[in-house]
């Protein structure tokens, strides 16, 4: 069966300082994958989705990036966080089965607080 | 620009009862939706979802359906266990695998 990893869990930053959160995926191979934020009394933003290794496209422009090293792993990046960058983060994966997109299966996520 | 909305933050339901969640579109290339649960603290769980061919769907309790000519769709939990109580997200997908979440409903099952 498949099964996502996050981490950190918890994250405190001070503002200026550099973010570095990571997702892998066990149980697939060649998965898409996804970084959504939620921030307080909001949905889900998607920040960042790869089809592949390498693979990046960005939904909102800001001071995240994203980068994918390995066919299972995702990374979400910044050199500066921003008080606005605080947030729960998500990483979430799919696979395309047939013709319809069976869903996508999120991490347990990563709660930030920028200081 | 809101693409999918979820109007009511919030809903009470006694257990026992059916718990109706309602999600409405504006973009008419949507064919996909799906709906999460979501608990504190967690990553939001599938729950179910349904093709533009089709106007219901159903898994056990949860059965969702959809209204395409008033870009509706409505998720239906019957009976409503106190289990149930989280947020519930639904999301649009526009034949590729993005998807577009709403803000989410806020389901309390009062015992």
């Known amino acids: 069966s498949q099964t996502i990893h996050q981490w950190p869990a918890t994250l405190v930053q001070p503002v200026g300082s550099p973010l570095s959160l990571e997702c892998t995926v066990e149980g697939t191979s060649n998965p898409n994958l996804y970084w959504y934020r939620q921030a307080a009394g909001r949905g889900l933003q998607l920040l960042f989705y790869?089809?592949?290794?390498?693979?990046i496209s960005s939904e909102v422009p800001q001071n995240l990036s994203a980068s994918r090293p390995q066919d299972r792993q995702f990374i979400l990046s910044s050199k500066k966080l921003l008080l606005s960058d605080s947030g729960f983060y998500l990483c979430a994966w799919s696979v395309r089965v047939g013709t319809g997109l069976k869903g996508q299966y999120f991490g347990p996520g990563t709660r930030l607080t920028v200081t | 620009d809101q693409q999918v909305k979820q109007n009511s933050p919030s809903l009470s339901v006694q257990e026992g009862r059916i718990s109706i969640l309602n999600c409405d579109y504006t973009n008419s290339m949507f064919d996909y939706f799906l709906w999460y649960k979501k608990y504190p603290a967690e990553g939001p769980t599938f729950l179910i979802s349904i093709s533009s061919i089709k106007d219901k769907n159903e898994d056990g309790r949860f059965t969702v359906f959809l209204n395409k000519s008033a870009k509706h769709l409505s998720l239906h939990i019957v009976p409503s266990q106190p289990g149930d109580s989280a947020v519930y997200f639904c999301a649009a997908s526009g034949g590729n695998e993005k998807l577009t979440f709403g803000t989410g409903t806020r389901l309390t099952i009062i015992p």
């Open positions: 790869s089809v592949g290794i390498g693979q």
